[in-house]
């Protein structure tokens, strides 16, 4: 731990800034071994702040002081501490010189100024502006920037940063310079600046009001050719948030830029987003269908984060939600509308079930507009993403899609240009749409799953069917007892035939049942045969549903529900069910309802293949693990496996058919009908393989070796490394590597197909991964395509009996924490939820967690993370 106790920031204590910074004036002299920053500052105090705050307060971090001037003169009065410099008692309105030095070459952690690939960029996000200058680092304090990078010429021929170029020229001793502004006003955290050998691919967009936007995107030579997908999907998103949200670009240039040593996925920096190279690159050779469906996604949601997050920006970092929440949001739309949306909400709902679902049963649990932090890095969560994403969906259901635009575009109107709250955006809906939202707003502040509990009664005679609904939720660390949630419950109800009832006078068949007591009753009548309740149809609100289904009644919903979400976890509830059940052993032999809703999916023709290809995908260990108290990782794990040696086993011709009836086109195209395709074969041979299948060895050899696309190739791969051959599972990784081993990204892929491995992915493996020449302590990408996945998704070898997969990640989140603490923090969390499991587990990760505490130095990142998993 470090000397003094890290210090708690809450919510409660918010005060307007003191100061405000009109303009920002930036000079940046890059060199090998160092860069100094030269800052003027037009400084105001800030008319809405207590009158007794005379002192100017600024934050700065790693930082060297060359000289303080004030209007002028050089400031005497100053003190500095490891994390502000103070100045006692200025004027109201001054000019502030600022001359710091940085080390960007020695900067391990990725915040603020570094070097990535010989390349300097930045990420200033959440708290990163700090460590390259002095500043009121917050953001609430928004400016207009005008920014002077100075390097030379050869080794930097590229200096971006936000806006527009205004000036440019060469410099004396073979450097140049060229000058940036952004006329925005904006937050210290959409700073950004890069400089480095580039190259630049080029496209436009004309906005809808007829304004040409130059876009470029500038990567390494080597990189040239894996730009389209991004620029495509950029240009794609631009339009789209045109149309469904009015929403038009505002400079003249869109830039983004591939760096390979990134903290996270992307940044949206304003016209400058940079991008984890990950994120961003790709080709047909390189790259697989989920990479470029992911690309598509991300590369959308840093465009839409130009409004969404930089016109309007956040008060204070608990609002973080009030931009990614909703950014979020805007990106499964989008996706949606770019793919099929019921595997789009199939993808996310999975996601949010197994991981932020986890995260909210566990010590880390926090509302979605979180009280209170220590390190603000620890509060990217799946909570303040994918959860308050859910939220403002719910928000789009309980409006509809109309009610909900005008809401949305009376939230940009009101608060362009400003940095605002959660709260704000929730009033922008209600007085859009004259709704009352008051009850609704208790998502943001409290934590916890609800959980809903459904029963059912039907009256034969009176021709009625009653559902009875009852809410609750857990306690979490935050609060003990919660106050009922507003949710809407969207459901249908269905006749033996399948068709839904229509349930009122306008013919719908479908109804949002509005949840805001702790328990309602909802009569339906004229009823004449009891139906099968289809409830919480698309995932209406993220909350966990309880109602004592029969699996006569999950098969006939398996294949009947007219709700495809809710027709894909009908089968994934049966499949529970069962597993479930043999684990405790209330059934011996795997029931052959199971099975024929399989057997059904796969002939069923009329439907999308990419869905068929999620439906015959059983629930993860770790899903299954989420939903197990006391859980026994190994026998979750065997019993999985038995059921998919015996679909497999039963389904055999139905799978070598289906495999055969698509084969592949060429060339490749990245659309849905080609995509799903490939999915749907590709799943149906990692079954066949799974099970040590002769044929699915011959069929998954040869795929791996003719494979035209990285799709098949990959897939290939992962069925070989999943299944019992061991030559050649070998020999494809040998093969693999040795054709890819000059492409970072692929190279990254053939890391998780280890390490995610129950076959191959033991403790040995993984720690032979690290000492493989391609691993680098210095890229966050291959710690976690090796550490994080290891621990994240292969619970059957992490959560060895033994502890020695506890004390591996220990020792790595140990290693890594000096140098770099967001990604310390973010590994070190599988051990978080350690009261899930059975006690001889919990036990051990418990004593991992008290042994990281233990050591010396521990950041404020990872003391948070392991602080709050010991605390009862
Ligand atoms: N704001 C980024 C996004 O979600 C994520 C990010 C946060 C990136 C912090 C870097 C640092 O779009
Ligand atoms: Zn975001």
């Avoid at 059940?581 to 032999?589: F, P, R, Y």
């Amino acid at each position: 731990m470090k000397a003094e106790e890290p210090q708690t920031v809450y919510l409660r204590d918010y005060q307007p800034p003191a100061f405000l910074i009109d303009y920002v004036d930036l000079r940046f002299e890059l060199f090998e071994d160092g860069a100094r920053v030269h800052s003027r500052l037009t400084i105001r105090r800030n008319p809405e702040a207590e009158p007794d705050q005379r002192d100017l307060v600024l934050n700065g971090e790693d930082l060297e002081l060359e000289s303080l001037v004030l209007d002028g003169r050089p400031v005497e009065g100053f003190e500095a501490d490891e994390r502000t410099l103070r100045i006692e008692k200025v004027a109201d309105q001054f000019l502030l010189d600022v001359v710091t030095w940085i080390r960007p070459q020695d900067n391990t952690c990725l915040e603020g100024l570094y070097k990535s690939s010989g390349m300097f960029c930045t990420q200033c996000e959440a708290e990163g502006f700090r460590r390259i200058t002095y500043f009121p680092d917050r953001p609430d304090v928004m400016a207009r920037y005008r920014t002077r990078i100075e390097a030379d010429k050869g080794a930097y021929p590229i200096l971006l940063a936000n806006g527009n170029p205004v000036d440019w020229g060469d410099l004396d001793g073979g450097r140049h310079q060229v000058t940036w502004e952004d006329p925005f006003p904006k937050p210290s955290y959409l700073f950004a600046l890069v400089a480095g050998d580039l190259v630049e691919q080029r496209d436009e967009f004309v906005t809808g009001s007829g304004r040409t936007v130059e876009l470029s995107m500038y990567v390494e030579a080597r990189n040239q050719d894996k730009c389209d997908h991004a620029l495509s999907s950029l240009k794609k998103a631009m339009r789209w948030d045109e149309e469904v949200y009015g929403r038009e670009y505002d400079l003249d240039r869109f830039m983004i830029v591939a760096v390979d040593d990134f903290n996270m996925g992307a940044m949206e920096n304003k016209g400058l987003n940079i991008f984890n190279s990950s994120c961003v690159l790709a080709s047909p050779e390189t790259a697989t269908d989920a990479t470029y469906e992911q690309i598509e996604s991300i590369v959308a949601h840093e465009y839409f984060h130009n409004w969404s997050g930089n016109r309007v920006t956040c008060r204070d970092w608990f609002q973080l939600s009030l931009k990614e929440g909703f950014t979020v949001f805007r990106d499964n739309q989008f996706s949606a509308d770019m793919g099929s949306p019921t595997v789009q909400r199939i993808d996310q709902v999975n996601m949010l079930r197994t991981a932020q679902f986890a995260e909210d049963a566990g010590p880390m649990a926090h509302p979605v507009r979180p009280d209170s932090y220590i390190e603000i890095g620890n509060f990217y969560t799946l909570t303040v993403y994918e959860k308050g994403a859910e939220v403002v969906r719910m928000i789009h259901t309980l409006l509809g899609p109309d009610l909900f635009r005008e809401g949305s575009d009376l939230y940009f109107a009101r608060h362009d240009g400003q940095a605002v709250t959660t709260d704000d955006f929730v009033r922008a809906m209600e007085d859009a749409s004259g709704r009352d939202l008051s009850q609704f707003r208790l998502w943001y502040g409290q934590a916890g799953t609800p959980q809903l509990r459904v029963t059912d009664s039907f009256d034969a005679e009176g021709r009625s069917y009653t559902l009875s609904v009852e809410q609750s939720c857990p306690p979490t660390p935050e609060a003990n007892h919660k106050t009922p949630f507003h949710i809407p419950f969207r459901v249908s109800l269905l006749d033996s035939q399948g068709q839904p009832l229509v349930l009122d006078a306008e013919g719908n068949t479908e109804q949002v049942l509005e949840l805001t007591e702790q328990s309602h009753r909802f009569l339906f009548t004229g009823i004449s045969e009891r139906p099968t309740p289809s409830l919480l149809r698309g995932f209406s609100a993220p909350v966990k549903l309880e109602y004592p289904w029969t699996r006569d009644q999950l098969g006939f919903l398996c294949s009947h529900d007219t709700d495809g979400f809710n027709r894909w976890d009908a089968g994934q509830k049966l499949a529970i069910d069962v597993i479930q059940s043999l684990l405790n052993g209330h059934d011996t032999a795997v029931d052959s309802r199971l099975i024929d809703a399989f057997r059904e999916t796969l002939a069923d023709t009329s439907l999308d293949r990419a869905m068929v290809a999620r439906m015959l995908t059983l629930p993860s260990v770790s899903y299954l693990t989420e939903l197990t108290e006391e859980a026994d990782v190994a026998a979750i794990h065997q019993t999985r496996q038995r059921l998919v040696d015996e679909l497999a086993g039963a389904l055999r011709q139905d799978l070598l058919e289906c495999y055969h009836r698509n084969a592949p086109e060429d060339p490749y195209r990245f659309d849905p009908e080609q995509s799903a395709a490939r999915a749907l074969r590709n799943m149906v041979l990692k079954l066949l393989t799974a099970t040590g299948d002769d044929q699915g060895r011959t069929l998954a050899t040869t795929q791996f070796e003719q494979a035209a696309n990285m799709t098949d190739e990959l897939e290939a791969l992962r069925a070989l490394v999943n299944s019992p051959f061991e030559p050649e599972r070998e020999q494809a990784l040998t093969r693999f590597y040795q054709r890819w081993q000059h492409d970072p990204q692929v190279v990254e892929q053939w890391f998780a197909v280890q390490s995610e491995s129950p076959w191959v992915g033991d403790l040995n493996r993984v720690t032979q991964l690290l000492e493989h020449p391609a691993f680098d302590w210095k890229n966050p990408n291959k710690i976690r395509m090796v550490v994080g996945v290891f621990a994240g998704r292969n619970l059957l070898h992490f959560q060895r009996s033994d502890g020695a997969g506890h004390r591996f990640l220990g020792e790595q989140v140990r290693r890594l924490d000096a140098r770099n603490p967001q990604m310390s923090a973010a590994l070190v969390r599988p051990l978080a939820r350690w009261r899930q499991y059975a006690p001889h587990l919990r036990d051990s990760m418990r004593s991992e967690l008290q042994n990281i505490m233990a050591s010396k130095d521990l950041s404020r990142d990872l003391y948070e993370v392991v602080f709050k998993s010991l605390k009862q």
